[in-house]
């Protein structure tokens, strides 16, 4: 079975359209998606649909939370705003409130089997959503015990890829951010797992991300970092 690890999409279509176009070349089964789908940029309604014919497993991010707490706080939306850009608005605006209500009971962690091997997705870590683990980070004992009992660990939120293995036998993964990376390599970032193999393997697909950065200088002047991050070196 082949599994497509991505997440942190922020709601960025041209970069998950390209990397969706590759998981089908690569004959990808399910998609494993690490949450943050919204937030940020400006295509939160494209995004979900362009999901939905997929078989995937998803769990919640720190920007789905950001979105179920302004739903009914407009003070917390303006705050949320002014920092990240209008991405939340735009979240709102535009699902459906089924779709909304989907974002907001998504689960965290998630734990599951799929051809012979135990998988746990997160966003930040197994034990909290918004931690930040990057590839020098020391993990907590409680993290690597529950990590222990997985052949595989996947993880987003650092938008930066990463792969280590813990506790001998279990790798943990970042496959980066598809929709916004920060790691000085402009492009769309995502893995593929093989189960048979038990391997995994990194992607990064170009795209002209020039338009979203135009848009976002467009919508945001004040938030120049929505735009210059997309092709950042």
């Known amino acids: 079975m082949r ?6 999409i922020h709601a960025n279509a041209h970069a998950l359209k390209v990397v969706l176009d590759s998981a089908r070349k690569d ?3 399910i998609l494993l ?4 789908l919204i937030g940020y940029y400006f295509d939160p309604s494209l995004v979900l649909e362009l999901l939905k014919p997929w ?3 998803v769990v919640r991010g720190n920007h789905e939370d950001m979105l179920c707490r302004s739903r009914g706080d407009p003070a917390y939306l303006n705050k949320v705003s002014s920092r990240y850009g209008s991405g939340i608005k735009e979240a709102i605006k535009q699902l459906s409130a089924e779709d909304l209500d989907l974002l907001c009971n998504l689960p965290h ?3 599951f089997v799929l051809g012979g091997r135990k998988i746990l997705l997160c966003h930040g870590s197994p034990n909290e959503l918004n931690h930040y683990i990057y590839p020098d980070t020391d993990l907590h004992e409680s993290e690597l015990m529950r990590m222990s009992d997985f052949d595989l660990v996947v993880s987003g939120h650092t938008h930066y890829p990463m792969l280590r293995c813990v506790n001998k036998n279990t790798l943990f993964v970042n496959p980066g951010s598809v929709g916004q990376p920060r790691n000085h ?6 893995a593929l797992y093989d189960t048979v193999a038990g391997e995994v393997s990194f992607r990064c697909d170009n795209y002209d991300y020039s338009v979203l950065q135009a848009e976002a200088l467009c919508r945001h002047p004040e938030l120049p970092y929505l735009a210059n991050v997309l092709g950042r070196t």
Do not use: E, M
Request: net charge negative.
């Open 3 to 8: 599994l497509a690890l991505l997440g942190d």
């Open 55 to 57: 078989n995937k497993y």
């Open 27 to 29: 004959s990808v089964d």
């Open 33 to 36: 998606i690490t949450g943050d």
């Open 109 to 111: 962690p998630l734990s």
């Open 185 to 190: 390599k402009p492009g769309a970032y995502w």
